[in-house]
């Protein structure tokens, strides 16, 4: 008999024998009545006393044979985190994220709109229909030790493994290890997928400074949850440093070193605040600078995030978001033509600021971003160059929601982000859809 069994059959024979003593104690006289409640406390009691021996017998047979044999215990038990029929059966989503995109430049102009001073990379997507990914999700317990995920999402040019890593469940002192390959806890953004953002596109500082891909290592993570009033999760990452803007893609070993700290506490009834600095540290071997350069030296990276979520009921919320990036990067960087090489020193930072209003099933959400806020420092041999106006963009957006598991989403960019005068008018008309079980997003 298992335990999740034995608590509705006490509850049957506990309301049976209540109702009983009611009945019983209407046809009786009050000093009949008294005893046979008496008489009837006693036996309920008995009872009472002896499913609890059950129940503490049949946990420490459970605890007995976890440790001893937790594979065949996982394959015994039912139910699952999604209600799997077993813990070995991984839970399997599908998550399709297609849009309409259209401009007002070319696409040979929209694949040459780069951020000179920052990434010679210009815009991926074409005008027309695109598919961003239809992404593969899976998740399971591997025993009771750890659990895996992998995240594998399907593009027109190919499939790829973004994810694929074990996070440990049983560690002591708040200690959690992830191993594998992952996004890394640096920034807010940064770790969730693209189809949870609340705009189509990154933000431009997470396109001059990490890519269309943000920070996907592998390596390690651990991370510690502190005994405080509020939450506070710190962790440090040792990666192999891979990221073809910030290290390089052909980097070997572990190279890249991050830590970052976030701290969430409430703000009165409805009201959720969460902040924190992030760092990141590495050598660097990337020709992502200028075209036929390669430039060799070390980064630094650092970040600080603030958010604020008021969410009064399911159907209605409003959340601000920002970050500030700052991005130090000293070398050599090569001429790949003549074998010239120049000494580069770069200062730059960025942030974004954004805010998004949830009413019923209808999202609205304005975003600002700004590049060279505070520093702009570019030195090449000595010299400092200019590459001209700051580059910024305002985005504003509409969003309506059929279901939870369905979203379209209409967007225009206003960038003039090129530094060449050229304003970029954007236009997105998103569809996002997932079937299947996914795991909770975080906060």
């Known amino acids: 008999m298992s335990s999740t069994n034995l608590i509705p059959k006490f509850l049957?024979?506990?309301?049976?024998?209540?109702?009983?003593?009611g009945v019983a104690a209407y046809c009786q006289d009050t000093g009949e009545k008294i005893?046979?409640?008496?008489?009837?406390?006693?036996?309920?009691?008995?009872?009472?006393?002896?499913?609890?021996?059950?129940?503490?017998?049949?946990?420490?047979?459970?605890?007995?044979?976890?440790?001893?044999?937790?594979?065949?215990?996982?394959?015994?038990?039912?139910?699952?985190?999604?209600?799997?029929?077993?813990?070995?059966?991984?839970?399997i989503s599908l998550i399709l994220d297609t849009f309409g995109y259209s401009s007002n430049l070319k696409d040979k102009d929209l694949e040459e709109r780069n951020i000179p001073g920052f990434i010679k990379e210009g815009i991926h997507h074409r005008k027309g229909m695109n598919i961003h990914a239809a992404e593969l999700y899976m998740f399971a317990p591997m025993d009771p030790f750890f659990n895996l995920y992998a995240t594998?999402?399907?593009?027109?040019?190919?499939?790829?493994?973004?994810?694929?890593?074990?996070?440990?469940?049983?560690?002591?002192?708040?200690?959690?290890?992830?191993?594998?390959?992952?996004?890394?806890?640096?920034?807010r953004l940064n770790i969730q997928h693209a189809h949870t953002w609340n705009f189509t596109d990154q933000p431009l500082v997470y396109r001059a400074f990490m890519g269309h891909e943000g920070i996907?290592?592998?390596?390690?993570?651990?991370?510690?949850?502190?005994?405080?009033?509020?939450?506070?999760?710190?962790?440090?990452?040792?990666?192999a440093g891979e990221n073809e803007i910030l290290f390089g893609k052909d980097a070997g070993g572990l190279k890249a070193f991050s830590a970052f700290a976030k701290t969430s506490f409430d703000v009165g009834d409805y009201g959720t605040i969460l902040f924190g600095p992030s760092f990141i540290i590495g050598d660097t071997e990337t020709d992502s600078i200028e075209e036929d350069h390669i430039f060799r030296g070390d980064t630094k990276l650092a970040g600080l995030e603030f958010t604020y979520k008021w969410k009064p009921s399911r159907w209605k919320?409003?959340?601000?978001?920002?970050?500030?990036?700052?991005?130090?990067?000293?070398?050599?960087?090569?001429?790949?033509?003549?074998?010239?090489?120049?000494?580069?020193?770069?200062?730059?930072?960025?942030?974004?600021?954004?805010?998004?209003?949830?009413?019923?099933?209808?999202?609205?959400?304005?975003?600002?971003?700004?590049?060279?806020?505070?520093?702009?420092?570019?030195?090449?041999?000595?010299?400092?160059?200019?590459?001209?106006?700051?580059?910024?963009?305002?985005?504003?957006?509409?969003?309506?929601?059929?279901?939870?598991?369905s979203k379209i989403r209409f967007?225009?960019?206003?960038?003039?982000?090129?530094?060449?005068?050229?304003?970029?008018?954007?236009?997105?008309?998103?569809?996002?859809g997932g079937i299947g079980a996914h795991a909770a997003h975080t906060f």
């Open 411 to 432: 967007q225009y960019n206003y960038d003039k982000s090129s530094k060449n005068g050229k304003v970029n008018n954007e236009f997105y008309l998103q569809f996002i």
């Open 152 to 187: 594998i999402p399907v593009t027109e040019e190919g499939v790829e493994l973004e994810e694929a890593y074990m996070v440990t469940t049983s560690l002591p002192a708040g200690i959690q290890a992830k191993i594998g390959k992952f996004k890394s806890g640096f920034g």
């Open 35 to 91: 005893k046979e409640l008496e008489e009837k406390i006693k036996y309920q009691q008995q009872i009472i006393d002896q499913l609890q021996k059950e129940l503490e017998q049949i946990k420490q047979s459970m605890i007995t044979e976890q440790v001893q044999k937790p594979a065949e215990k996982i394959v015994s038990t039912s139910g699952g985190l999604f209600g799997s029929a077993n813990l070995f059966n991984p839970n």
């Open 216 to 239: 996907n290592e592998k390596g390690i993570q651990l991370t510690f949850l502190p005994k405080l009033p509020f939450y506070t999760q710190v962790g440090i990452e040792a990666l």
């Open 317 to 405: 919320s409003f959340i601000f978001q920002t970050e500030y990036l700052w991005r130090k990067q000293k070398g050599n960087i090569e001429d790949t033509n003549t074998s010239d090489v120049s000494r580069l020193e770069r200062t730059q930072d960025g942030l974004y600021l954004q805010g998004v209003f949830q009413t019923g099933r209808w999202g609205f959400g304005a975003r600002y971003d700004l590049l060279e806020p505070f520093n702009d420092r570019y030195k090449l041999a000595g010299s400092d160059v200019s590459f001209g106006d700051k580059p910024w963009r305002a985005s504003a957006m509409v969003e309506f929601n059929p279901s939870e598991f």
């Open 12 to 21: 049957i024979l506990f309301i049976l024998l209540v109702f009983g003593a």
